[in-house]
Nanobody, 123 residues
Framework: QLQLVESGGGLVQPGGSLRLSCAAS????????IGWFRQAPGKEHEGVSC????????NYADSVKGRFTMSRDNAKRTVSLQMDSLKPEDTAVYYC????????????????WGQGTQVTVSS
C-alpha cells in the first residue's frame, strides 16, 4: 500500500513563498500520478495541481496558475509544490494524493491521501 507524508506547511505573510513536499513509501512511485489538493473552512475541496506518471507534465488550477510550480523526483520518490506570491485566500490544509494512472486530472478520484499540512497566509 502506498503511504504519503506531507511537510513544509507554516505561516507566511502575503506575497511570501513556501515549498511543500510529499514523500512516498512505495517503490512503485514512478507509476503513480500525484496531485495536490486543499481544503479551507467554508470552502469546497479544491484540486490545486497534479503531475502525470506518463509524461511528467503538470496541470494547475486557474487560481494558482503562474504562482505555483509542481515537480516530482522519481529517484527520491518525492513531489514538491513551490508556492510563490501567496495570498490570504491560499490559506488551507494542503493534501498530497496519488492514483495509479498514466495521466493526471484534478477532477478525477485519487486513491491514496496524506494527512495534510496547514498553510496560513496572514499579515
Amino acid at each position: 500500500q502506498l503511504q504519503l507524508v506531507e511537510s513544509g506547511g507554516g505561516l507566511v505573510q502575503p506575497g511570501g513563498s513556501l515549498r511543500l513536499s510529499c514523500a512516498a513509501s512505495s517503490s512503485s512511485w514512478n507509476y503513480y500520478s500525484i496531485g495536490w489538493f486543499r481544503q479551507a473552512p467554508g470552502k469546497e475541496h479544491e484540486g490545486v495541481s497534479c503531475v502525470s506518471a506518463g509524461s511528467g507534465d503538470a496541470n494547475y488550477a486557474d487560481s494558482v496558475k503562474g504562482r505555483f510550480t509542481m515537480s516530482r523526483d522519481n529517484a527520491k520518490r518525492t513531489v514538491s509544490l513551490q508556492m510563490d506570491s501567496l495570498k490570504p485566500e491560499d490559506t488551507a490544509v494542503y493534501y498530497c494524493a496519488a492514483v495509479l494512472a498514466y495521466a493526471c486530472e484534478l477532477s478525477a478520484p485519487y486513491d491514496y491521501w496524506g494527512q495534510g499540512t496547514q498553510v496560513t497566509v496572514s499579515s
